[in-house]
């Protein structure tokens, strides 16, 4: 990281993936740079790489995106998870990330909606005229999902595993009734080249 701070210099055009070993110095330094910190939690914690120093990143004004590169688990409710929850491990408190008034789940979202957004370059964000149309409802029958309102749909959906009905990328529907349009066409091309390779 000293190396990338002294020598090629960071800014916000730079994502860094993982990041988690950071002394207090070069943590500070890259929040201040403008880079996002490209974290992949659920991988981190399965290869034991190291837990990120969420706290003292974020509290620097550092910025987050959340991703994977993980073959054991892709979702991004349980990324967010581990990131609440391998801070809580190591500091042996509970909600390390929350804000001093208000929900764990919106801070974690929206940081890495944030960060995520300044990764990929996008300026624009939300439901307006020329946005993606990247969107995610919910399953509204989940039991999680009982008395939910306001932010406590967000901390359902990370922290009670709360289930996705549907997902629409640039506006084409991709996730229905909680199954990729395309599961049965994807699972029967693992099928064969599992097949092929064993």
Avoid: K
């Avoid at 790489?49 to 590169?69: E, K």
């Avoid at 073959?71 to 801070?87: C, D, G, K, M, T």
């Avoid at 929350?98 to 974690?108: D, I, K, N, V």
């Avoid at 995610?136 to 009905?165: E, H, Y």
């Amino acid at each position: 990281m000293e190396v990338l701070l002294d020598r090629i210099g960071l800014g916000e055009r730079w994502c860094l993936i993982h990041a988690t070993h950071l002394t207090g110095s070069e943590t500070r330094r890259l929040a201040a740079s403008g880079a996002v910190a490209g974290l992949c939690p659920v991988t981190e914690s399965n290869l034991g790489d190291g837990v990120f120093p969420a706290p003292a990143y974020l509290d620097a004004g550092g910025r987050i995106a959340i991703g994977t590169d993980s073959n054991v688990l892709i979702s991004a409710a349980q990324e967010l998870r581990a990131l609440e929850y391998n801070q809580r491990l190591v500091r042996r408190a509970r909600n390390v990330l929350a804000p001093p008034h208000g929900s764990t789940g919106r801070r974690l979202f929206d940081a890495a909606f944030a960060g995520g957004n300044r990764a990929l370059g996008l300026d624009r964000r939300g439901i307006a005229p020329g946005c993606l149309a990247d969107l995610v409802t919910l399953d509204a029958d989940d039991p999680a999902l009982i008395l939910a309102r306001g932010d406590g749909l967000l901390d359902a959906w990370i922290f009670a595993g709360a289930g996705i009905d549907g997902v629409w990328r640039a506006g084409r529907r991709i996730v229905a009734e909680g199954r990729h349009v395309g599961r049965q066409a994807i699972r029967t091309r693992y099928a064969q080249a599992l097949a092929r390779l064993l």
